[in-house]
């Protein structure tokens, strides 16, 4: 095997990830915790963490759920609701319970029911962060129904990112699983404070892929996927080398009866094969020397975190991505193997598998 076969990676982590609850936390954690050192948590549980307690609790969920050998450090983030208190989040912040909190506007996607439904609201919650400097990671997207889906993201940055940018200069932001050139562009052209996380699916597809053949549930996010020019941007945007881009996967588990209802889940299950799916993009560019800025440095630079000092190994080897999880330990746990998450690139080859008994 030649050196451009193998390659050695500080490990990564995930600064974006739905970990759930329960028996399908149990199921997926795995899928995350396998290869990435640590990922910030998204809250939008059912009901969604507000407290520090909660988000203690949460943690300790989490951590009572790793399979043996398993070495990983959840990142907790509070959720911001229109009546939160400014003291909670400054509490959590200073006890190193919340790395971050996560604004989602009312409505704009899974649990979101009770975020912000007015951005005024919430001045004092943001004036604090600032001044602690806490992280605001924001699902940019309108919720007005007169909005397009397509273009929710891109009205976001115009009518409520530019001006709370404004309001807030010394806030860092993460615009959270970015889908536009807009969207690029905007965040490219920001300060230090402001940077983007790209996930795998959004570097992949572009919107047929959810429509061409047939209805495809398992191609169905939020952000919604975009047209090929978008798509386009933010192949660009990940593999530029600018290390206001960074990796985080939205992986998003949902049952299969909630993909394929009448009303499907948003969701995409990417975390088992996410380096893969990553490197697949970084290769075609020619770009799989930048692979490791993207996944494992500009990440905890932004969040001011110490770099993993370990590594794994991607190995140009071929794999055939299973439909879903079969786990070892039957890491499908309680979950019913019909209720199981359908893995992103099912059915695919990918051309690099990650070695874990490789690092060095
Ligand atoms: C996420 C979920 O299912 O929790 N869904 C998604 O499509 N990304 C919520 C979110 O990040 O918007
Ligand atoms: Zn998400």
Redesign the pocket.
Same mark, same amino acid.
Request: glycine residues 4%; contains cysteine; charged residues 10%.
């Given at each position: 095997m030649t050196c451009s076969d193998r390659l050695v990676l500080r490990r990564p982590d995930d600064w @974006?990830v739905?970990l759930r609850d329960g028996p399908m936390l149990e199921a997926v954690l795995f899928a995350t915790a396998r290869v990435f050192a640590r990922a910030v948590v998204?809250p =939008?549980l059912r009901p969604p963490i507000t407290t520090v307690e909660a988000a203690q609790r949460y943690r300790q969920r989490i951590k009572n759920a790793l399979t043996d050998g398993l070495v990983f450090t959840p990142l907790m983030t509070a959720y911001l609701t229109d009546d939160l208190d400014p003291e909670e989040l400054e509490r959590g912040f200073a006890e190193g319970v919340f790395a971050a909190a996560k604004l #989602?506007p009312a409505n &704009?996607?899974? =649990?979101?029911a009770a975020g912000v439904s007015d951005l005024a609201l919430i001045a004092p919650l943001l004036e604090r962060m600032e001044a602690i400097d806490m992280p605001l990671l924001i @699902?940019g997207e309108v919720t007005d129904p007169d909005v397009d889906v397509f273009d929710r993201e891109a009205v976001f940055i115009e009518r409520h990112l530019i001006p709370l940018r404004q309001r807030h200069p010394g806030l860092r932001i993460v615009l959270? @699983?970015i889908t536009t050139e807009q969207a690029v562009d905007y965040v490219a052209s920001g300060d230090q404070r402001l940077a983007a996380t790209i996930t795998p699916h959004h570097l992949h597809l572009n919107r047929n892929a959810m429509f061409v053949g047939g209805l495809k549930s398992d191609f #169905?996010?939020?952000?919604v996927v975009k047209r090929e020019c978008h798509r386009r941007a933010l192949v660009k945007a990940a593999t530029s080398g600018l290390p206001c881009f960074f990796l985080g996967t939205?992986s &998003?588990? @949902?049952p299969r009866a909630g993909k394929e209802s009448a009303c499907g889940? &948003?969701?995409?299950f990417n975390a088992m094969h996410a380096m893969e799916s990553y490197a697949a993009v970084f290769d075609q560019e020619g770009a799989l020397d930048r692979l490791e800025a993207f996944a494992s440095e500009f990440g905890p630079r932004f969040y001011g975190l110490p770099l993993n000092t370990d590594t794994i190994a991607l190995v140009r080897q071929p794999q055939t991505v299973p439909n879903q999880l079969t786990l070892p330990q039957g890491l499908v746990g309680e979950l019913d193997s019909g209720e199981a998450p359908v893995f992103f690139h099912a059915g695919e080859s990918l051309a690099w598998s990650v070695d874990l008994a490789a690092g060095d």
């Open positions: @974006h739905h998204m =939008n #989602y &704009a996607t899974t =649990n979101s @699902h959270e @699983h #169905y996010c939020l952000p939205d &998003a588990p @949902h889940c &948003a969701g995409i």
